[in-house]
């Protein structure tokens, strides 16, 4: 219950009902915030209770100092969770293994409980094993019940053991769409206290794209799943007053680009200037203008610029596809009189105070692409071909390569280095984006038209965001023109984008790995790093989706769509790009008379119940969870073995070896566990020793219950890039290997840590820059800690993998500003000595700790390490040795 010291509980009529709300206008100095700082002002009145949350936090925020840097801890309580299906399992074992460590302390288990609404869209399972025939969906669907049986079968008894949660079953859409058209509120209500209480939506989600809902005007961002387990348990988010990127937008997008040039353009911009731990705000009188689909594909794209929220506020456009959507009267109602009443309604006249300012004409923007494996690495694709040719001499081994591969129908076809392999319509980035998704539809139709086909080495696939995808292509009557081209209906999923692309066809497959060819993936997603879309494929490109199309009929990267024609019409006449690009007049037209509110209402009319599959699943019954010892799917956690009521005293770290030595922009899909397992790797041995068919591992994504698995998978990325295992000729050995320091032996991480826990030493892990991009993985943190990693050292951190870090217990240090293990002269044999961390247990909160790296010859290299852990209530969390267990032993307390 809020003290309400300063005065700002009021209310708010709206019709016939009346809400009780936390005015801002109450509080001097709140109302010249940007939009972002008013959402957590707001928060904090409503949620203030004089210890954890105080009066001093609402003025702090009033007294906002833009150009300062961030100091201020506040803490913010998230009016929701939304997650998805590989990083909720984990969760939900984690929550039922709380459950039993209650139990254990002597509290009540039932304590374990969402309190805030909690709300799980299996998004993430289903593989593109089918593709290019019209039962593509069913098929694909069957293999996706098939080989996750066990963990639908565990989230259907979440859902119905725990209250306030709820699930989304598979086939529905991409969580960050489903929350976009359906989930999210835009303003929440809730009962207490006899009254009803309204306030803005905001969220946390457990995918770092959960981002996409800013387009709507919802403060939300990607956290880990276990701060994720934390928010849905009560507690506020820690976090540092941050400063507030003015992002002006003008002009409006010319005819041939489309919002994905927009996104690429605008990630550009923001990486380059620097945007890690702030928030992005667009404003300005070119806001109106854009969309509330392009809103959303620039806000999905935070995670790649690097900030931590990018949103649009709230105006006539926002209420608009809140009702185009199905919400209710009331609801559209509510959410336009509750900002104009608190000053959260966008004026276009206004310019709030920034911290910093960009400017983009959006006139200015040209077709682009990114790539080859990072989302930020734009080019115009008029530079398309040029630069392709200069990455591949980077990527390639030896000289360029060709070989052919014999089809079904027994023809010989040839197979190239650059050749497009895999061309994927995929992810919520775009799909949520009717202009690019009947764009590509139409580009195809033209394709048709003239007699051009998709080249017969590319996988294609179509994945939309959502249902209703499909009922405007139909509507439209389009779906024949996507499948003449081999882009028919594989799922309702993020597919390709995270890895579930599937594999290539043995012949293309068996010709690129006995070749050693250098393949390309064009995908419609948002990611791109290196060995996320298919083991085959080794450089990734990012574009929207006519130009996935596009370059499904040129069949290469090494291709001028300017200069060089995509085939030749029925009277042998050259067809190039421009000849069959859809003209924006007309997908306009489209987007205005296939899309109908009725299409939303009629798939959203019961999205929990699920379809047959779905509803024929047993269900377990019982408050607590019965586990199968058996199963290599769902296991009990391991997190709170002998954990006792009083924390352990945090222990100095002496005689650690280095488990990794990693250079720049290592992601978490390089630490995470992704993708497919193989069969002579630890978790594929794992699970053969366990009696389970090399068929049906499936991935590792599947399998997050099962930290046995996820430990073993755990920095095995085959892109995996580890120095300790570089070769006198500058080689290093690819993949989830290291150097075993006791013996000098090549071997796997996994195997590694085995041996330094068996005999008793510490781990430490030494990186570059931006250690920790990428999506939000839990298991990036989770599986560093349980492979016995103490300290990860580097020059710097993403923001969620570092906040995941501590929240397993795993202390994040940077070098001394400027330095690198390279110029300190660390080569990763060292043994390293870490002292101070001790401290934390006493209550203090050190910036710096004394590091000294011994090296064989008795020398030593010492420096004094960065401490990020920046809040104290990240230090409170530390110092329990996790996030989870902080809370679990505050529920029992």
């Known amino acids: 219950m809020s003290v309400n010291t300063l005065g700002s509980k009021s209310t708010l009529t709206v019709g016939t009902k009346e809400y009780e709300i936390f005015r801002l206008g109450a509080v001097p100095g709140l109302e010249r915030l940007p939009y972002s700082l008013k959402i957590l002002a707001e928060a904090l009145l409503r949620t203030e209770d004089g210890a954890n949350i105080t009066a001093d936090h609402v003025h702090a925020l009033a007294a906002w100092d833009p150009t300062a840097e961030p100091d201020t801890e506040i803490q913010f309580t998230p009016a929701r969770v939304v997650m998805q299906d590989f990083t909720g399992v984990p969760c939900v074992v984690d929550l039922a293994t709380m459950r039993e460590a209650v139990a ?26 089918i593709f290019g025939r019209r039962d593509a969906l069913d098929m694909n669907t069957a293999l996706e019940y098939q080989r996750n049986r066990e963990r639908y079968q565990f989230l259907r008894w979440g859902q119905t053991a725990f209250d306030n949660f709820k699930v989304v079953p598979p086939g529905t859409g991409i969580v960050h769409q489903v929350n976009l058209e359906y989930l999210a509120r835009g303003v929440m209500t809730k009962d207490v206290d006899g009254l009803t209480q309204a306030y803005p939506d905001s969220c946390v989600g457990t995918d770092s794209h959960t981002t996409m809902i800013n387009g709507l005007g919802v403060l939300g961002w990607g956290v880990g799943g276990i701060e994720a387990e934390a928010a849905m348990l009560g507690q ?31 990630t550009e911009m923001l990486r380059a200037h620097g945007v890690v731990g702030k928030f992005v705000e667009f404003y300005g009188e070119g806001v109106g203008a854009v969309p509330l689909a392009n809103r959303a594909t620039i806000g999905n794209m935070s995670p790649e610029f690097g900030s931590t929220a990018a949103i649009f506020p709230i105006d006539s456009v926002t209420i608009d596809y809140l009702r185009l959507t199905g919400r209710t009267p009331d609801q559209v109602a509510l959410v336009e009189a509750y900002c104009k009443e608190q ?41 398309s071909k040029p630069q392709f040719e200069k990455a591949i001499e980077t990527v390639r081994t030896g000289d360029a390569k060709a070989a052919t591969y014999v089809n079904e ?15 994927s319509i995929t992810s919520c980035t775009n799909t949520s984006n009717p202009s690019v998704m009947l764009a590509a539809a139409l580009l195809a139709r033209n394709a048709n038209a003239k007699g051009l086909s998709s080249k017969p080495w590319v996988k294609t696939s179509m994945a939309p965001g959502s249902q209703v995808v499909t009922d405007y292509y139909e509507k439209a009557g389009l779906w024949p023109d996507l499948e003449a081209l081999g882009f028919h209906l594989v799922g309702y999923g993020c597919t390709t984008c995270i890895g579930n692309s599937g594999p290539l066809p043995e012949p293309v497959s068996g010709a690129v790995n006995d070749h050693d060819l250098t393949v390309v993936s064009v995908l419609s997603g948002n990611r791109n790093f290196e060995g996320r879309i298919n083991p085959d494929v080794k450089m990734n490109y990012l574009a929207s989706p006519p130009l996935v199309i596009a370059y499904a009929l040129a069949g290469t990267m090494d291709h001028d769509f300017e200069t060089e024609p995509l085939g030749q019409d029925s009277a042998g006449n050259d067809v190039f790009l421009k ?14 008379s296939a899309i109908t509110q009725e299409m939303f209402e009629k798939d959203y009319a019961d999205v929990f119940a699920g379809d047959e599959r779905w509803r024929g699943l047993p269900t377990p019954e019982g408050s607590t969870f019965e586990w199968d010892d058996a199963s290599t799917y769902v296991r009990k956690a391991p997190y709170f073995d002998g954990m006792g009521i009083e924390p352990e005293p945090v222990q100095d770290i002496a005689g650690a070896r280095v488990l990794a030595l990693l250079g720049d922009s290592v992601t978490t899909d390089h630490i995470s566990p992704a993708g497919s397992i193989k069969a002579d790797s630890p978790a594929g041995l794992y699970l053969a020793s366990h009696g389970v ?83 939000s993985r839990d298991w990036a943190a989770k599986g560093t800690s349980l492979l016995g990693v103490r300290a990860v050292i580097t020059e710097s951190f993403e923001r969620i993998h570092r906040s995941n870090l501590i929240g397993m217990g795993v202390i994040p240090l940077q070098f001394p500003a400027g330095e690198s293990a390279a110029s300190l002269g660390l080569d990763g044999t060292e043994t390293f000595d870490i002292t101070g961390i001790a401290a934390f247990s006493a209550g203090e909160h050190p910036r710096t700790l004394p590091v000294t790296a011994t090296k064989a010859d008795g020398s030593v290299i010492a420096f004094d390490a960065v401490v990020r852990i920046d809040t ?19 529920l029992v307390s």
């Open 409 to 423: 129908a027994g023809e010989s076809v040839p197979l190239k280095d650059g050749d497009v392999v895999i061309a």
């Open 343 to 383: 000053g959260l309604w966008h004026d276009p006249a206004r310019e709030p105070v920034f911290s910093e300012y960009l400017e983009l004409d959006l006139s200015t923007v040209v077709p682009s692409i990114a790539g080859p494996k990072r989302p930020q690495d734009r080019v115009a694709l008029s530079e």
């Open 104 to 129: 254990e302390l002597g509290g009540d288990p039932s304590a374990i409980n969402p309190l805030a609404p909690a709300e799980l869209v299996i998004d993430h399972s289903v593989v593109i094993d």
């Open 236 to 266: 506020p988010v820690s976090m540092l007053i941050p400063k507030v990127v003015g992002f002006k937008l003008t002009g409006a997008i010319p005819a041939g680009a489309t919002a994905t040039d927009v996104v690429l353009t605008i």
């Open 872 to 890: 104290p209530g990240e230090a409170d969390y530390f110092r329990n040795g996790g996030i989870l267990q902080y809370v679990l032993r505050s």
């Open 579 to 592: 000849d069959i690009w859809p003209d924006p007049s007309e997908v306009e037209a489209i987007v205005q």
């Open 693 to 775: 068919d090399r068929k049906d591992f499936n991935s590792y994504g599947s399998r997050r219950g099962n930290h046995e698995v996820m430990i073993r998978g755990t920095f095995a990325n085959i892109r995996l890039k580890n120095l300790l295992l570089a070769g006198e000729d500058g080689s290093v050995v690819e993949g989830g290997f290291t150097r075993n320091l006791l013996t000098g032996e090549q071997t796997t991480i996994y195997d590694a840590s085995v041996a330094y826990q068996e005999a008793g030493i510490p781990l430490v892990v030494l990186a570059g820059k931006e250690y920790g991009s990428g999506s």
